[in-house]
């Protein structure tokens, strides 16, 4: 089947990487992509593109009549069976191009709600979103906390399902040598217990906040190293590298740009910390640093509680002292202790959360939603 995914934007980040990982996996089975973005175009895009998979990138920051105009007849070409969007913009502007064509429509929401933080354009989209939400044939939601949210916003929930992110266990697995390579190039020792921590730079993300916990964790346990990774981490001039500075942190915190290896890095620390103050659905970088046998340190947000289980720990959002002592606990573990839970981590991802079982899941909610009668 043709299917047109309709995606906000391209830049780095977990639901952008979630199209490219499913379009991958989907690639050699019954579909046939294309991607059209509303908005930037960066490495997701450019891993679509190495994949034999056609982007069309709108720039909707320039005149948007003809952006609109360009994707139109860039569908209309394509004749696509089915049109998904992906996120709230792109489901949004896919609803809008499946009128034109009278194609079936499917919705993705890859995250959770609150519209106190949102733009305020996103949160009118948002709000709209819910007042055309009985156009879809099918909702994918990242999360069961998703789904509820949105449901209580007004969405219709007649046609909600939920899928969560798959991992790739082959790709995402710990690599000793490149532990070795990627510590030695850190210029930490052997026996300092590195915790990582990769995200684009984002208040969403709360990076400020787990420097503050940082603080207080190198005061109790000094021979501990923070890396933290991702778009905008590395400027030296931003509020995150000052409040490294304030803190006096500067040789217990690397701050880097985004890494074209994860996999690599995450082999090179000992436990992985996502301190998000809002917005998390389900967590790609938590599931890739399971399958990297690391335990986990989460806020209380979307199902990344549920993701860990057992297997790590839960805080609530902006605490930073509980955030604190939760990595406290398991720097505290020593490495047996770690060696252990992230054993059960990476076992939980291959159990619950492979993609190609969620790659599989897709496919079936195409299938059905091409086969649905028609929305009233």
Request: aromatic fraction near 4%; charge should be neutral; hydrophobic fraction near 45%.
């Given at each position: 089947m043709r299917v047109a995914f309709v995606a906000s934007g391209l830049m780095t980040g977990g639901a952008e990487m979630m199209l490219y990982k499913l379009l991958k996996t989907l690639r050699p089975k019954r579909v046939?992509?294309?991607?059209?973005?509303?908005?930037?175009?960066?490495?997701?895009?450019?891993?679509?593109?190495?994949?034999g998979v056609t982007v069309v990138g709108l720039g909707l920051a320039g005149p948007q009549r003809l952006a609109a105009l360009q994707g139109y007849g860039t569908?209309?070409?394509?004749?696509?069976?089915?049109?998904?969007?992906?996120?709230?913009?792109?489901?949004?502007?896919?609803?809008l191009f499946a009128r034109k064509l009278a194609a079936p429509l499917v919705w993705n929401i890859r995250q959770t709600l609150n519209l106190s933080r949102e733009k305020p354009l996103t949160r009118q989209v948002i709000r709209g979103g819910a007042l055309l939400s009985r156009a879809p044939r099918r909702i994918v939601y990242v999360s069961?906390?998703?789904?509820?949210?949105?449901?209580?916003?007004?969405y219709c929930d007649q046609n909600g399902t939920i899928l969560p992110n798959g991992f790739e266990l082959d790709t995402f697995r710990r690599d000793l040598v490149e532990r070795t390579r990627i510590r030695s190039e850190l210029g930490v020792k052997d026996g300092?217990?590195?915790?990582g921590h990769l995200a684009r730079y984002h208040p969403m993300k709360d990076q400020i906040g787990l420097i503050g916990a940082a603080r207080r964790v190198i005061a109790e346990e000094p021979d501990v190293v923070f890396v933290l990774a991702g778009a905008g981490l590395s400027a030296s001039d931003n509020a995150l590298a000052a409040a490294v500075r304030e803190c006096r942190l500067e040789q217990h915190v690397r701050l880097l740009d985004?890494?074209?290896?994860?996999q690599a890095l995450l082999s090179a620390c000992d436990l992985f910390c996502l301190p998000s103050a809002w917005g998390e659905g389900f967590p790609?970088?938590?599931?890739?640093?399971?399958?990297?046998?690391?335990?986990?340190?989460?806020?209380?947000?979307?199902?990344a509680p549920d993701l860990v289980d057992n297997t790590g720990l839960v805080v609530e959002p902006g605490d930073r002292e509980a955030l604190a002592q939760?990595?406290?606990?398991?720097?505290?573990?020593?490495h047996v202790g770690r060696a252990a839970l992230g054993a059960q981590a990476r076992?939980?991802?291959?159990?619950?959360?492979?993609?190609?079982?969620?790659?599989a899941r897709y496919v079936e909610v195409f299938e059905e939603a091409l086969a649905a009668a028609p929305s009233k």
């Open positions: 046939e992509p294309l991607v059209i973005s509303l908005s930037s175009c960066g490495r997701p895009a450019r891993l679509m593109q190495e994949l569908l209309s070409r394509f004749q696509p069976e089915l049109i998904s969007g992906w996120m709230y913009h792109g489901n949004v502007a896919a609803w069961r906390v998703a789904r509820e949210q949105h449901r209580d916003l007004g300092v217990c590195v915790i985004e890494t074209p290896c994860p790609n970088v938590v599931g890739e640093a399971m399958a990297c046998e690391l335990p986990c340190v989460v806020t209380r947000l979307g199902d939760a990595i406290l606990r398991l720097v505290r573990l020593g076992a939980r991802i291959a159990e619950r959360f492979s993609l190609p079982q969620v790659a």
